[in-house]
């Protein structure tokens, strides 16, 4: 009795991989005999069972989708068999006679701002990112209880599993500055999908995100800066997509930061991103940072001014005293260059001298200036010092000296100082 095609194909594969090909060849002569032996009279051959196999995988797939709608199937909502999830919903919107454009609604719950790096110029910040849209394609099952039950989600909502986002249609977004986005994850993804009775669905799941925010610190460290937080559509413009935004921010939950932190609605001309490409609608936040400044008024402020100021009261000092003052005056001087370099080290990059630096620039000249003062003091005292006479000329007049001619130079008498008679 000759063998089928599946049972010549399993019996040989276990001679090596090899031969797996002059196996096949071997055994389809028996396949196409056997089929009509064993099975009979309009027995299909391999290539089209392998077809009929592979639409029953198919139809096992569609079966085993939870969001299909199917007969005899209970359902609070389901997709009809014709859905696409490559399209997009505005192309369906006359079957609720919406127009465009199509709106995302986002939501931010921000639960603190993390860190703010100066030098790399980036703001992180944790929160819970919720995007909702429009879906028209939803077949919705009004007379079911969950929408009234508590314990499937708020009243006319129900609760999903993140993995039924596979079979819906979700928009394509973007983020403008963006360095990171990082999905929080415990057991699994903090992420959940809720179904709304009216046809929209919500997305939400917790992130954390890191934006690049232009700085300039030209004002160190009295600086100010404003941070915009943008999320948009990545393809549609503004001509099929807009969108709106609220947020939520707890200033109790905040940790403490080198900032003063208030978060704002997104200005208006921040609300649209003009690309080459087109306009796109762009909705979000606005970060308002403030430096706080009591910090760098103790450790550099205070002691530079002191500092400078103690350079005065060597002027206090007799200038006959060198070693004393000029000892002072030197040791001030270098630890207002050691402070300076120990700011400049630890101040971001900024594009001219900013604010600390030109403070410790003119502490430095009036340090310097007193020193350059002293200096000229004792350039004065020294030259107020030299004899009016060299010691030849004093020698000479002391001692008698011949000249050529035989005369005798006499010295010079001195008059006698007067006793005081008591």
Excluded at 246 to 253: G, K, P, Q, V
Excluded at 311 to 329: C, D, N, Q, T, Y
Excluded at 338 to 343: A, C, D, G, P, T
Aim: hydrophobic share 40%; glycine share 4%.
């Amino acid at each position: 009795m000759q063998m089928s095609w599946q049972r010549c194909i399993d019996r040989k594969l276990g001679l090596g991989a090899a031969v797996n090909i002059l196996i096949v060849f071997s055994c389809l002569p028996w396949g196409i005999s056997s089929n009509y032996e064993d099975f009979g009279r309009g027995t299909t051959f391999p290539g089209n069972m392998m077809h009929e196999r592979y639409k029953r995988n198919v139809d096992m797939e569609l079966s085993h989708d939870p969001t299909l709608c199917l007969k005899d199937r209970p359902y609070v909502w389901c997709l009809p068999s014709d859905y696409n999830k490559e399209k997009h919903p505005f192309t369906y919107f006359h079957l609720m006679n919406e127009t465009l454009p199509l709106n995302y609604n986002f939501k931010f719950v921000i639960d603190e701002i993390s860190n703010i790096n100066d030098k790399a110029q980036t703001l992180s910040f944790a929160m819970y990112f919720a995007v909702s849209w429009l879906e028209p394609r939803l077949v919705i099952n009004s007379s079911a209880s969950e929408w009234t039950e508590e314990k499937t989600g708020p009243k006319d909502q129900v609760n999903e599993s993140p993995v039924n986002l596979k079979y819906l249609w979700y928009p394509e977004l973007e983020i403008y500055g963006l360095e990171t986005f990082g999905i929080q994850r415990v057991l699994k993804e903090m992420s959940g999908v809720r179904v709304m009775k009216n046809k929209t669905i919500n997305y939400e799941l917790g992130v954390r995100v890191t934006i690049s925010c232009k700085m300039m610190f030209d004002d160190y460290p009295l600086d100010a800066h404003m941070c915009q937080f943008q999320v948009g559509s990545y393809y549609d413009t503004t001509e099929t997509v807009i969108c709106s935004s609220e947020f939520l921010y707890n200033a109790e939950r905040q940790r403490s930061l080198q900032h003063f932190i208030q978060l704002e609605p997104l200005p208006e001309q921040f609300s649209i991103v003009n690309l080459p490409s087109g306009h796109y609608a762009a909705c979000g936040f606005q970060v308002r940072l403030q430096r706080k400044q009591m910090q760098y008024q103790i450790q550099v402020y205070l002691p530079s001014f002191m500092f400078v100021v103690t350079s005065w009261v060597s002027f206090l000092i007799k200038p006959e005293v060198v070693p004393g003052r000029m000892a002072l005056l030197v040791t001030l001087f270098l630890v207002l260059i050691n402070i300076f370099n120990s700011v400049r080290e630890q101040a971001p990059i900024s594009s001219r001298l900013n604010a600390v630096d030109l403070y410790l620039v003119v502490c430095v000249f009036f340090v310097f200036s007193a020193l350059m003062e002293y200096a000229a003091i004792l350039m004065l005292l020294k030259k107020r010092r030299k004899p009016k006479r060299t010691i030849d000329e004093g020698l000479k007049t002391i001692f008698p000296i011949a000249t050529r001619n035989g005369d005798v130079n006499q010295p010079v008498q001195r008059p006698e100082r007067k006793k005081n008679n008591y």
